[in-house]
């Protein structure tokens, strides 16, 4: 999933080979990504994962970008992005510079979601804090305004 850049020092691109060089089994990679193997194959499988090498036995050999990008898809999940947009993000990327703006967008998008997820864990978080300190007597314990109005539940594209 793009080129094969390292670090950018100055003006000047470092070429990193070895980011692309085909170097770890299926196993390897499931351990290093904290997937399974049949992840893996099932990402593969959806267009999830960009051609992934073969070895001169036929089997899968992962390299650092594709570790790199499972890192990203992992991200993604815990954002709560679904399965299709990430499989939608995967081939936009594939397509090149000329859906940057629809990444992008996607990407604002999943933000705005995200930080409306943490406002709610914030929230929820002020309301288990007034109940341990009522449990435990203290005698100042705050009713969080969250307590007192009724949940609202956030509804996103993936819901």
Not at 15 to 29: C, F, L, M, N
Not at 46 to 53: D, F, H, P, R, V
Not at 133 to 158: H, Q, S
């Amino acid at each position: 999933m793009g080129g094969a850049v390292g670090q950018v020092v100055g003006a000047q691109q470092i070429v990193d080979v070895d980011r692309e060089k085909p170097q770890y089994s299926i196993g390897e990679a499931a351990d290093r990504s904290g997937l399974s193997r049949d992840t893996l194959r099932w990402y593969e499988r959806i267009g999830l994962m960009n051609y992934i090498g073969r070895d001169h036995a036929g089997k899968r050999r992962f390299s650092n970008r594709d570790l790199e990008w499972l890192a990203l898809i992992g991200r993604l999940r815990t954002t709560g992005m679904s399965v299709a947009d990430m499989v939608r993000y995967a081939e936009l990327v594939r397509e090149g510079d000329s859906t940057v703006y629809e990444r992008l967008q996607m990407f604002r998008n999943t933000r705005s979601e995200v930080l409306a997820k943490i406002d709610e864990l914030r929230q929820t978080l002020a309301v288990l804090d007034y109940k341990i300190d009522l449990y435990e007597g203290k005698t100042v314990a705050v009713k969080p305004a969250a307590l007192t109005k009724p949940c609202e539940r956030i509804t996103t594209r993936n819901s």
